[in-house]
């Protein structure tokens, strides 16, 4: 948010002649969630693409995409068209978008900003419970699509009736499936579908809350009969790039919670050099130590 095009391609396009980094990602927001609220904002998908054209080793995705934006098998057919122009380097990053919650949900402090995007642009919030039911069917619809030829699908909220694909995502059975989330109910969509597991970390979570939800997560898996090791745990953590040191040692003490895939969100605007600054100071001296 608060950022142009040509910043994000910058940042982008240098990150991807860095090896230390492995991914990039945008998030699912159609406003600004703090700052100005006149503030730019470009749509996620849309810009998804356009970045994917214009790099070559970067593995990329959305943190998270919202199911509550999107009908899923439009998602689906979005997803896989980045997938094709990317050539194989789309992370289906999902979570269950707006739903109705109390003030400081998340560890977000204030209101609900999902109220005021979700108004603004025609959409609706449900409760917890029917967007995580909806989400459900939604990796069930993304699965049926990418797999198979033509698909029929049923549910509660979504009916689809011989739905065509074409061409496949080129990941064989289709990208991998990232959630993001927090909620016990969310953790057992976690365990029963995802790849990797994604939570906001500090300063909006402690890495005491982190390890108390990963060991939820892993309850649920021990009732599946799934090994916990096969799913990757992710974390957010925003940079403070006046302050490399407390980054490296925030970044240390997630990685020593289970913690393996770390985001380093940027806040804007991005510095000259930033993403060789993110290799410098941060990624570099956390491997070497």
Not at 16 to 36: N, R, S, T, V, Y
Not at 194 to 215: K, M
């Amino acid at each position: 948010m608060h950022v142009g095009y040509q910043e994000i391609l910058r940042v982008w396009q240098e990150a991807d002649e860095l090896p230390q980094i492995a991914d990039a990602w945008l998030w699912d927001h159609l406003m600004p969630m703090a700052g100005p609220a006149d503030g730019q904002v470009l749509e996620g998908w849309t810009l998804l693409g356009a970045l994917a054209a214009q790099t070559r080793r970067l593995r990329l995705g959305l943190l998270v995409t919202s199911n509550r934006v999107r009908e899923p098998a439009v998602l689906g057919k979005i997803a896989t068209t980045v997938d094709v122009i990317s050539q194989g380097r789309l992370i289906m990053g999902l979570g269950v978008g707006g739903t109705r919650q109390p003030p400081g949900a998340g560890g977000i402090a204030g209101a609900n900003p999902a109220v005021a995007e979700y108004e603004a642009y025609g959409l609706t919030l449900v409760s917890p419970g029917e967007g995580i039911a909806r989400l459900a069917e939604t990796i069930a619809i993304l699965k049926g699509m990418w797999r198979r030829d033509v698909f029929d699908f049923e549910g509660r909220y979504y009916t689809l009736r011989a739905n065509r694909n074409e061409p496949k995502p080129v990941q064989s059975s289709g990208p991998p499936l990232l959630i993001g989330g927090w909620g016990t109910r969310t953790l057992r969509l976690v365990a029963e579908h995802a790849d990797v597991w994604n939570i906001p970390g500090p300063p909006h979570n402690t890495v005491d809350h982190l390890v108390e939800r990963s060991r939820v997560l892993d309850a649920h898996c021990e009732d599946i009969g799934r090994d916990p090791r096969t799913i990757t745990r992710s974390v957010q953590y925003i940079v403070s790039y006046d302050d490399p040191a407390g980054d490296r040692k925030a970044v240390l003490e997630l990685i020593a919670a289970g913690f393996t895939h770390i985001v380093l969100s940027l806040r804007s605007p991005y510095p000259p050099g930033v993403a060789r600054w993110l290799v410098d100071e941060i990624i570099t001296p956390v491997r070497e130590g």
